[in-house]
C-alpha cells in the first residue's frame, strides 16, 4: 500500500533486452536457482536462433557462478559497462562476480538496492530475446523493487510440494498481481524421488501441493521435477543438466518448462 501510495516509479526497459522472465520463490533452497538456470539453456536448446541471457539477482546468496561454472571479474566496455562472463552460450552475470566468493556478504538495505541498480542497469548484454532473472528468494522490498524498475514479461514461480513453501508460493504470486506481472505459471519441484536402487517413488515434500495451489491460484502448473541425483550432482560440478545430460528425462522436464512459458 506504501509503495502504491507513492506511485509506481517509471519502468525503464534493460537496453537490448526484449523480454524479461523471473524466477522466483516464496523460499530459499526449493531450487529457484537451479530451475532458472535450466530454464534459460532450455529456451536456448528449444530455439537456438534465440538469444538468452542469465542475471543472477540474488544478491544474498548468488549462485550462478557455481552453476554455471564461471568466475572472474567483468570487464568494461567503453561505455563503462559490465561485459557478462560466457559459458554454455550463454552471457551472465552476478553478483558473485564482483565480490569475492569468500567474503561474507552483509548488505545493509540501501546496499542491496545499489547492487541490484547495478545488476539491471550497468550491464552490456548486447541483443537479447530472453533475460532470465534469478530473483532473490521471498517477497520483500528488493523483490518488489526489480518489478517496479524493469517491465517484466511473466513471472515463474518455484515450489515444492511442502504446505510451508507452497504457502510462500502463494505470497509471491500475489505480490506479482499486485504490481502487474503475469504469473506465468508454477513449477513444482523435488516432488518425487525415485531410487536409483529399486526404482520405488517416493513423495518426499507431498505429491500434488503445488498442482492444487495452481488450481487454486488460477494459474498453469509448467512443470514437475523430480528430486533427482544427477540434478543435485551435475549442479554441484556446474554443468546443468540440460548441457550434461540432454537426453535425459530431467533435462526434457527442464526443456518442457521453457516451452511452456
Ligand atoms: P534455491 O535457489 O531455491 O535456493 P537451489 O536451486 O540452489 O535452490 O537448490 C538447492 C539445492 O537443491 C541445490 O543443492 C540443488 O542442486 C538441489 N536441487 C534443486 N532442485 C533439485 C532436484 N530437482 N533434484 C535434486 N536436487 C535438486
Redesign the pocket.
Known sequence: KAHMARGLPKQKPIAGVKEVIVVA?G???????????NLALGLMANDQSKRVGLLDA?VY?P?VPK?MNLKGNPELTDNNLMRPLMNFGMPCMSMGFLVEDTAPIVWRGLMVMSAIEKLLRQVDWGLLDYLVV?MP?GTGDVQLSITQNIPIAGAVI?STPQDIALLDARRGAEMFRKVNVPVLGLVQ??SVFQCPQCNHQTHIFGSDGARELARTLEVELLGD????????????KGQPVVVSSPDSP?AEAYRRIASAV
Not at 523460499?27 to 538456470?37: F, I, M, N
Not at 521435477?225 to 554441484?236: A, G, M, V, W
Open positions: 520463490s523460499k530459499g533452497g526449493v531450487g529457484k536457482s537451479t530451475t532458472a538456470v540474488d546468496g549462485s552453476l534469478d528468494p518455484v519441484n523435488m521435477i523430480p528430486l533427482h541425483l544427477n540434478i543435485r550432482e551435475t549442479s554441484d530431467e
